[in-house]
């Protein structure tokens, strides 16, 4: 074995670089954006309420994905398991120990940042490849882990659980779904303004330097192994929220709604909504929710096919996804406004 | 002590595939640096092609060796086509990719034959072998194969000056280019072969575990659990990592209480982790150092 064989070549980086810039939307976007959300409830049915509900705290957990690897360059196949554990605890605490819904998605999130920080640990010797891997192991491993017997007794097993939905507070007649969808919309509004702060604060831009060049930023003096381990935690507690919030929006969790399908599909938004373009999180969720709905309408089990086949064309066309769409569309507003 | 013969020689045989799995998995790794996540769909694939063939009234071994050349060239073909224009992306491109290839395979085999569960034969029948209790002769006929496919391996890269280029190709790719190695179809080599390994896995444990589109989830891990014990840059490693991991599967599952069929993905879980965290190069691989 010569020397050259042990250097790995340069330029091998994990993700591709965003400029933090490009991260978020315009104020005058995101008015727009937040007034549709906040309108479009009042004129729709209460199953599509529910989809946008659904639509919602699944662009959540597309969001913290996209923090981890978006932001700190770090890969995750395992979302689908820090999901589950925040779907578990806050349809234990709700059912076996009539916590209310509101108090639980907090200890959903606090526990589930420390099940990241501490998965984040063995994750932090681990990189690009390594990490996908190990995390991939962890989302494969979780189903079997819930359906422990001697969690049994509070998890239901095998069978999972049915969650109560809860009534809309102060006598406001308002549907169950109409009311839980603008709960969820509260929470996501929420998470995203800490999530952009985040992002633009001290922590954020280590975690970008973290990603961009990781032995720069340890040469100046960003504790790499902490804001490795912090991306991880931070973006487990938010998918544990986001699961806490499907536990409550479906009425029921079970083992296997845990897979790592759903892993894959998180990250799959992700990819279609553009790595490190926040706002893209609820466009990617729209991508997951949407088109197996209208696949498994051609022929069951077509969904993964069409899956796999959009995904290769993302990466092939548009590489950065929604986000690049996005500023394509801008590009030629601009041109056709100066005509 | 008869017991712990008994699981030793299962885990043996068991080992064997996983092994099998490893040795794909890291021959892909080394020809391209990134895991193949969908390495275990494709060998689904190619089990159901040759559960199909012996449908149609072919011969097992034809079927097995027809299926052996259609997973080699489909392996070529899925690196030519889709991902040699990746080669320069970044990692979370080419983990998209072999994510993108996992789901088309596994639904696409759901849809051509169904999710039911269907038996698979075996050539070697499941007497016990040799007259003893402890395995049966399919489990004898698994080592056997791997035992061949390994041998044929080593003579293939140490003896031949096609096994000679692959290595260099997968060492140094600069320099084996100037010494007129086409490096680029080294790779999509290592990637029919890699297939071909992979279906001979899927083949062999076909007849345990029973055919269906998710057949190779739980190999698949133990296959990346076994390569990384073993070292992901070393194919011998990854035959060694293969067999301990299937020892230690079944030993575990016999004498730790608690620990029955339903903990086995969670050990495989455990064991990654595990040896990336206390010796991340794994028993044979070599530390990889990098340039700043």
């Not at chain 1, 969690?151 to 779904?177: I, N, Y």
């Not at chain 2, 080992?15 to 799995?21: L, S």
């Amino acid at each position: 074995m010569s020397a050259a064989e042990e250097v790995v070549a340069e330029g091998n980086e994990a993700v591709e670089a965003v400029p933090k810039r490009a991260m978020t939307l315009g104020t005058g976007t995101s008015l727009v954006v937040l007034l549709l959300l906040i309108a479009v409830p009042l004129f729709a049915k209460n199953f599509v309420i529910f989809q946008l509900t659904q639509l919602l705290y699944l662009g959540l957990a597309v969001l913290a994905l996209n923090i981890l690897t978006g932001g700190s360059g770090q890969f995750s196949l395992g979302q689908s398991a820090f999901y589950g554990i925040g779907a578990y605890v806050t349809a234990v605490m709700m059912e076996q120990f009539n916590v209310p819904y509101f108090l639980c998605l907090p200890v959903a999130g606090v526990l589930c940042f420390g099940a990241g920080f501490l998965f984040g640990q063995p994750a932090l010797r681990l990189s690009g490849v390594y990490l996908a891997l190990a995390t991939f192991a962890l989302a494969t491993a979780m189903p079997q882990l819930l359906k422990l017997n001697f969690l049994e007794h509070w998890t239901g097993g095998v069978q999972g659980l049915v969650v109560t939905k809860p009534d809309a507070p102060f006598g406001l007649k308002m549907s169950q779904d109409m009311w839980l969808y603008y709960f969820t919309l509260v929470v996501v509004l929420m998470i995203y303004v800490f999530s952009v702060n985040l992002l633009r604060s001290r922590s954020g831009r280590a975690f970008m330097a973290i990603r961009d060049n990781e032995i720069a930023a340890s040469a100046m003096g960003v504790n790499v192994a902490l804001y490795k381990t912090l991306a991880f935690g931070v973006s487990a507690g938010i998918t544990g929220v986001a699961g806490g919030l499907s536990a409550i929006a479906v009425q029921f969790v079970a083992p296997d709604s845990f897979t790592i399908t759903l892993a894959i599909q998180l990250f799959l938004g992700m990819v279609v909504g553009g790595v490190g373009w926040l706002p893209g999180s609820i466009i990617g969720a729209a991508f997951i929710i949407f088109v197996p709905n209208i696949a498994e309408g051609i022929s069951k089990g077509l969904s993964g096919a069409v899956f796999g086949v959009l995904l290769f064309l993302v990466i092939y066309l548009v590489p950065h996804g929604a986000r690049q769409v996005a500023i394509l569309g801008q590009q030629l507003a601009g041109r056709l406004r100066k005509n | 002590m008869e017991l712990f013969t008994n699981q030793v020689l299962a885990g043996i045989a068991t080992g064997a595939i996983y092994a099998c799995m490893a040795l794909a998995v890291v021959m892909i790794y080394q020809a391209i640096d990134h895991l193949n996540f969908a390495q275990g769909e494709m060998a689904m694939f190619s089990t159901f092609i040759s559960w199909q063939l012996i449908q149609w009234g072919v011969p097992y071994w034809g079927a097995f060796i027809i299926t052996l050349a259609f997973s080699f060239v489909a392996g070529i073909a899925i690196e030519r086509i889709l991902f040699k224009p990746l080669a320069k992306a970044p990692v979370l491109t080419n983990v998209a990719g072999f994510i993108a290839l996992f789901a088309i395979i596994n639904s696409s085999a759901g849809l051509i034959w169904d999710f039911t569960i269907k038996q698979y034969p075996t050539p070697f029948g499941s007497a016990p072998f040799l007259g003893s209790q402890l395995i049966s002769t399919h489990q004898a006929g698994m080592i056997g194969v791997t035992v061949l496919l390994l041998l044929g391996l080593y003579f293939f890269f140490q003896y031949t000056r096609i096994g000679l280029a692959m290595r260099a190709a997968a060492s140094v790719p600069e320099s084996a280019r100037l010494v007129g190695i086409n490096t680029s179809w080294m790779i999509a080599l290592g990637w029919g072969m890699a297939t071909a390994i992979g279906s001979i896995a899927g083949m062999l444990i076909a007849p345990v575990v029973f055919l269906e589109p998710n057949m190779m989830g739980g190999v698949l891990i133990y296959g990346f659990a076994a390569a990384v014990l073993g070292g992901l840059t070393s194919p011998f490693g990854a035959v060694v990592g293969g067999f301990l991991v299937g020892i230690f599967e079944n030993l575990a599952g016999t004498y730790i209480p608690g620990v029955g069929n339903e903990l086995k993905l969670p050990i495989a879980l455990a064991l990654i982790i595990s040896v990336l965290v206390v010796k991340p190069a794994g028993l044979f691989g070599r530390h990889i150092v990098k340039r700043v």
